[in-house]
């Protein structure tokens, strides 16, 4: 299915179930049928909905990917909602997706009924404007764990994706990306194969590191009063869990859960660990 959700702005998208509506977000290098498990499950007691962000491949919208900003995704978002008339949902967003839902709690109170997010890459729960240069060396005096994770993400991680997907080598940044986030070579290959391919299709989308990161205030975070899951794996890249355990100090109702064994795709490597804990948590805050 396709919803046209402003300004020319076509997502595709899979609905199934009835019920409280709860809607997913994907990361990077990603589409809606990096969701079909969750979709299977929580179609059962929810009307559950996963659509594929503004520049995912299998969309087709005119634009440059350097316009794959938090802002233009949150409002893509709200359209969405809006468009399908399932508000408030249950808002689920994973890494990128994550740092999506959280900004769009933020902006859209009245569309939400509680927010899941999975190690969203929120940088600024732990420095608020991730684009100052003055900031990140007083984050090295403050805390030097996080800035060397956070430099160290950037030699395993950032800049041979960027490399990788600039030479047209859409697997090999791919694979930067999952092995750099689970901090665990090897890790891209033990996912599925068609998990795999659709992340090497989506890859050009590794060029989001380019983009200036959102500065968002610790003080507007505050402002989320939706109840809020965070999720964090045991052994992903040790900045992602940092900015979970920042955020979940952050955020006012809000509750932080670990999956054993698993790094930053719980959804994918331990997904009925995973399912127990969304489930559980939507459940508990389904009956207001």
């Not at 794959?68 to 808002?91: F, M, R, S």
């Not at 740092?99 to 109170?109: C, D, G, N, V």
């Not at 990306?177 to 901090?183: N, R």
């Not at 795709?265 to 995973?274: A, G, K, L, N, S």
Request: hydrophobic fraction near 40%.
């Amino acid at each position: 299915m396709i919803a046209e959700v402003g300004q020319g702005i076509r997502l595709a998208y899979l609905e199934e179930g009835s019920g409280q509506p709860v809607v997913l977000v994907h990361g990077l290098c990603a589409d809606h049928r990096a969701w079909e498990p969750q979709i299977r499950v929580l179609s059962n007691h929810y009307r559950t909905v996963a659509y594929s962000r503004r520049f995912s491949t299998i969309n087709q919208n005119a634009g440059d990917i350097h316009e794959d900003t938090v802002l233009n995704n949150v409002e893509d978002l709200a359209g969405l909602i809006k468009k399908l008339q399932i508000n408030p949902a249950h808002i689920v967003g994973h890494s990128y997706g994550g740092e999506i839902a959280t900004y769009f709690a933020y902006k859209h109170p009245d569309l939400l009924r509680s927010l899941t997010i999975i190690e969203p890459s929120t940088l600024s729960a732990i420095i608020e404007d991730p684009n100052s240069g003055f900031q990140r060396f007083m984050l090295l005096l403050r805390n030097p764990s996080a800035a060397m994770a956070l430099l160290d993400l950037a030699k395993t991680l950032i800049d041979p994706a960027l490399k990788a997907i600039r030479r047209g080598d859409s697997t090999s940044a791919a694979r930067l990306l999952v092995d750099g986030t689970q901090a665990k070579p090897g890790s891209f290959d033990t996912f599925p194969e068609g998990y795999r391919n659709m992340m090497i299709e989506n890859a050009r989308e590794i060029y989001n590191f380019e983009i200036p990161e959102l500065s968002f205030k610790r003080a507007d975070i505050r402002q989320i009063r939706a109840p809020t899951l965070i999720i964090k794996g045991e052994t992903s890249h040790k900045i992602l869990r940092q900015i979970a355990n920042s955020l979940s100090k952050i955020i006012p109702n809000c509750e932080l859960t670990t999956i054993p064994r698993s790094g930053h795709f719980p959804q994918v490597q331990c997904t009925q660990d995973f399912q127990s804990s969304l489930r559980g948590f939507l459940e508990s805050h389904s009956r207001q």
